[in-house]
């Protein structure tokens, strides 16, 4: 929709890439218009679809509390988890009962632009760390510093803070889902298909857990950092997007740009700057660290 908003409000208009937008939308969306009833899996999917990213981010946060062997983390991670899901049952069910969904569409895109946004900022802050940590000496230093001093309250709120967003903002999307499907798919097979849901990325968390605490200090944090930049990158497109699905940011459309659901880029100027602009950024922190490293390293030999 905000292509075609850019496509249609450009100068001048661009009448036959919108309307070829518009065609494939219909083609696209036609099948799941006609569908009559919906599955099991498809109630599955829905819940693996919008949890594996909220997933990723409170198991990187689960692992590096394990880790570091500050307990007190896990209470306050856990606590986010559940204010997210709680607020999300009730902002649905608000919607559902109490506001009409064409009434709610822009304060939807509102909430989850800025709460992705807002996610993001932490989430670049979190890569940052896990990546500075994967050089030895320095984990090291920071577990000494930590055995004398615990993790401040700040920080511990922080990961509760980071949890609630990444699960709110899907968990509101997951829940309207449900509702919207309720009535075209009978109770015993959406409970299944939650069911099965759950279980599957009950078993992906058991892994990714499993997996991480075998995994040597330095994979870790380098693997643990990548995963959560690239949260980064795909939560900063899809925060950018939702805004301007709001009205609130304007949309440049080029056609230029490849539309990628996997890391949320889409063909606006807007919203894919600033990715880019975190990669550049990445790019020159590793070089940057590289370099000094050397230097280090030789003036160590010397």
């Known amino acids: 929709m905000v292509t075609i908003q850019a496509m249609l409000s450009a100068n001048p208009p661009n009448y036959k ?40 981010v409170v198991i990187a946060l689960m692992s590096f509390v394990k880790k570091s062997g500050e307990d007190r983390g896990r209470g306050w991670i856990w606590t986010g988890v559940l204010s997210g899901l709680g607020v999300s049952i009730i902002l649905a069910l608000i919607v559902k009962f109490v506001i ?35 050089n030895i000496a320095d984990w090291n230093r920071y577990i000494r510093e930590k ?18 967003l990444a699960v709110f903002r899907e968990g509101t999307e997951t829940v309207l889902f449900y509702i919207g499907m309720a009535s075209q798919i009978k109770v015993q097979s959406l409970l299944i298909g939650f069911l099965i849901g759950a279980a ?7 892994l990714m857990v499993f997996v991480g605490l ?3 200090l330095r994979p870790f944090f ?10 980064c990158i795909k939560f900063t497109g899809m925060g950018i997007h939702s805004l301007q699905l709001a009205g609130l940011i304007p949309t440049t459309n080029s056609p230029s740009i490849p539309s990628i659901e996997f890391f949320a880029l889409y063909p606006s100027w807007e919203s894919t700057l600033p990715q880019i602009t ?7 922190i590793l070089l ?11 003036a160590n030999n010397n």
């Open 17 to 56: 890439a919108a309307g070829e937008t518009i065609d494939n939308m219909v083609e696209y969306l036609t099948p799941l218009a006609n569908k009559s009833e919906y599955t099991y899996w498809d109630a599955a999917m829905i819940l693996i679809r919008e949890g594996l990213e909220a997933l990723l």
């Open 288 to 298: 940057f660290k590289n370099i000094k490293s050397k230097k280090l390293i030789t």
């Open 214 to 216: 075998k995994l040597p």
């Open 222 to 231: 380098m693997v643990s950092s990548v995963i959560v930049f690239y949260l």
């Open 200 to 206: 599957i990325l009950g078993i992906l968390a058991y």
């Open 147 to 164: 055995s004398q001093t615990a993790l401040t309250t700040g920080k511990l709120v922080s990961l509760g803070v980071l949890a609630f």
């Open 100 to 134: 009409s969904s064409g009434a709610f569409g822009n304060n939807n895109a509102l909430i989850g632009g800025w709460t992705g946004v807002f996610a993001a900022v932490m989430l670049l802050y979190m890569s940052y760390w896990l990546h500075s940590q994967s």
């Open 278 to 284: 975190l990669v550049l950024v990445a790019v020159l």
